[in-house]
């Protein structure tokens, strides 16, 4: 590997990092109720292009603007640090890394347009619109996609073989692709379960479940129980498919190594969300929740990089081979 593209695959891994450390500051922005500490301005701060005499609430919102605009900054220089290296190169593979990198920076520019969205229309702190709970659901499906091409970008960059789905069987592509959405769907109740923990702030476990269960209760309350059964269901599936497919091709070890580490972390993650809901969600433990929960997402992407590419490898070296005047041709699939 090339010093530039070594270069290029730490900086790779240094803006995915940079990212959870974006989403673990917003979700403190949420939790202590400080997304309205800017008003409903954008680009500017109560109408400042930096606040004067602000409140805590408003130095909270504005430290994540920042973070969010140095985020974009990194992004855009991956994208073109990316173009730098592979725009002469016509292998698959830094195509595909190159491509990854765009569609970081494509997600990244959505996700900033998303919570511009969320600041322009008042749905922060603690203001509750109808509309509000598909905002929370939109970034958390853009934030997951972003994350996602963001370790693809850093793994090809690192010299994995490149992603791609040809010779993969249509029952392999439905699982991975079933169990992409069902984390997702988690991630989706669980942004929901946190809005409404916020809104409506319990006293003890009961009381809580009392208001989840009254046919009184706002909408949002009697949602709040999707979350804990979807992750549970989810959590058997997630394990029980990954551990299937690294059987098809248990000779590729790193896949076997991926599966046993995204079963560690779901296991670990069942653990602290029961931990979370029985201490009644303390900030700090939301915070550690939603980083398993990304890491999670970031190392199923990775198991399903390599089992995709596992499964092609297998299906090429399978390749029936048909001999022409002196040469072997590849039959294709």
């Known amino acids: 590997m090339a010093t530039e593209t070594k270069g290029f695959a730490k900086y790779s891994w240094f803006v995915l990092v940079f990212n959870l450390l974006v989403i673990l500051w917003g979700v403190f922005l949420r939790a202590s109720k400080s997304g309205d500490g800017c008003g409903r301005f954008w680009l500017t701060c109560q109408g400042e292009v930096l606040p ?3 409140e ?3 130095i909270i919102e504005f430290s994540h603007r920042m973070m969010s605009a140095v985020d974009g900054i990194l992004v855009i220089a991956l994208a073109v640090w990316a173009y730098r290296i592979f725009r002469e190169r016509r292998d698959v593979s830094t195509r595909s890394t190159f ?7 494509f997600f990244v520019v959505t996700e900033g347009a998303i919570g511009a969205g969320l600041v322009l229309t008042g749905n922060t702190a603690e203001t509750l619109t109808a509309a509000r709970p598909f905002w929370g659901a939109g970034h958390l499906i853009n934030t997951f996609v972003l994350l996602g091409f963001l370790t693809l970008t850093a793994r090809g960059a690192s010299g994995a073989p490149p ?7 249509p029952k392999y592509l439905a699982g991975i692709t079933i169990g992409a959405l069902a984390l997702l769907i988690v991630g989706i109740t669980g942004s929901i379960a946190a809005l409404s923990t916020m809104l409506f702030p319990i006293g003890s476990l009961a009381a809580g479940v009392e208001q989840d269960l009254s046919p009184a209760s706002h909408i949002l309350l009697r949602l709040r129980l999707l979350h804990p059964i979807t992750a549970i269901l989810t959590s058997v599936f997630v394990i029980f498919l990954t551990g299937w497919l690294a059987k098809e091709v248990e000779v590729v070890k790193q896949v076997g190594r991926w599966s046993s580490t995204l079963s560690l972390l779901i296991l670990g993650q069942i653990a602290f969300g029961s931990t979370t809901l029985f201490t009644l969600a303390p900030i700090v433990m939301q915070l550690g929740h939603l980083l398993i929960a990304d890491a999670i997402w970031i190392v199923y992407v990775m198991f399903a990089a390599a089992f995709l590419t596992a499964v092609n490898s297998e299906a090429t070296e399978e390749r029936p081979i048909e001999k022409t005047a002196g040469s072997e041709t590849p039959l294709s699939a």
């Open 52 to 54: 004067s005499a602000p």
């Open 163 to 169: 992603l791609t789905l040809r010779g993969v069987g």
């Open 56 to 58: 805590l609430k408003t």
């Open 99 to 105: 491509k990854m990198a765009m569609l970081s920076l």
